[in-house]
């Protein structure tokens, strides 16, 4: 459904996307993850036809994205990172004035937006600017679906909306996935790309890998650590000091920590970080999660 072959896109000396080639499937949920500036926004915009590529071809639902970008236009929904909504219109306002550019009406497609929309109704006569990011998200949503797109690209819809707003959106996308709409989501959330079909990890504009998230996970084959004392602060700098620690990083309340190789037992550490004082030192084996590998990947 959406086809990337060997995108490059530069702005001046920056290289945002580099040589990304992937394909998602109809009716897949695909997710790209990555940190800021990872290159995420660069090649959805190109794939809405809003910016053009240095170098590469890709097409959506055979639809070249440079010839045939009217067309596309009207075959994708989009959900940019910001700015979507009018912010002094109503929320009614902005749900009727989207159909309009896509000559229909809210009317004629209100069965796809419904399950949303009437989560929002309530604040129907409120302006966008004044909604909260939940809900102004899912209004978005509702704009980006009016015209029923086959294909939907939504830009880190979730940043900056509060964990059940969050929860609830990934709901919200997995029922429209259901209805047969290919989905393309980013996100700097590592436990929402558990939710997607499959997912690229990106980093400064590189594809790192593509699978399916539990394969992601289960490749993942390095013995990891869980890490905790009462000076977390001290405890990191130790850890990154100690000859035998390959990575160490924050994960909740505990340092995920991996070896210089697999040969370096728990208690290696642990007796590297008593000799340091650690107290209530806690050190124990962790199966890895999709941040762990993403770590890894990012440190190779
Ligand atoms: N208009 C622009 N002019 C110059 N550099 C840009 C422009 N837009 C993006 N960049 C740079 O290109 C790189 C990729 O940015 P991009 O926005 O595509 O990444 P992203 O993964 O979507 O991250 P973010 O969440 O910050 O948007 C970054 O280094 C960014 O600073």
Redesign the pocket.
């Known amino acids: 459904m959406i086809n990337v072959q060997n995108i490059s896109k530069s702005?001046?000396d920056?290289q945002?996307?580099r040589n990304i080639s992937l394909e998602v499937q109809k009716g897949e949920l695909f997710g790209?993850i990555?940190?800021?500036?990872?290159?995420?926004?660069?090649?959805?915009?190109i794939l809405m036809t809003l910016l053009i590529q240095d170098e590469g071809k890709a097409t959506m639902n055979g639809l070249d994205v440079i010839k045939d970008y009217k067309k596309i236009r009207n075959i994708v929904g989009y959900m940019p990172?910001r700015f979507s909504l009018y912010q002094d219109l109503t929320v009614e306002e902005n749900l009727n004035f989207f159909p309009t550019v896509f000559k229909t009406t809210v009317a004629e497609n209100y069965e796809l937006i419904k399950d949303i929309y009437i989560q929002i109704e309530p604040f129907k006569n409120r302006l966008a600017g004044k909604l909260s990011g939940g809900m102004k998200q899912k209004l978005a949503l509702s704009c980006a679906l009016i015209h029923k797109p086959e294909i939907l690209i939504l830009?880190?819809p979730t940043?900056g909306v509060d964990a059940v707003s969050r929860r609830e959106f990934w709901d919200m996308l997995k029922k429209l996935q259901h209805k047969g709409i290919t989905i393309l989501v980013?996100t700097?959330y590592m436990d929402e790309a558990m939710l997607c079909n499959r997912v690229a990890l990106?980093q400064k504009?590189k594809v790192l890998d593509i699978d399916t998230p539990q394969k992601l996970v289960e490749n993942y084959t390095r013995k990891l650590y869980a890490i905790k004392s009462i000076d977390m602060h001290r405890l990191i700098q130790d850890l990154r000091s100690f000859e035998k620690t390959d990575s160490a990083f924050a994960f909740g309340q505990y340092l995920h920590v991996t070896g210089k190789s697999d040969e370096v037992e728990a208690t290696e550490f642990e007796n590297f970080l008593l000799k340091k004082e650690h107290q209530n030192l806690e050190v124990f084996d962790i199966p890895p999660t999709i941040e762990d590998v993403f770590m890894n990947m990012m440190n190779e």
Request: proline share 8%; hydrophobic share 30%; net charge neutral.
């Open positions: 702005y001046k920056v945002a996307v790209l990555g940190p800021d500036g990872a290159g995420k926004t660069t090649l959805m915009r990172g830009d880190e940043t980013s700097p990106m504009g």
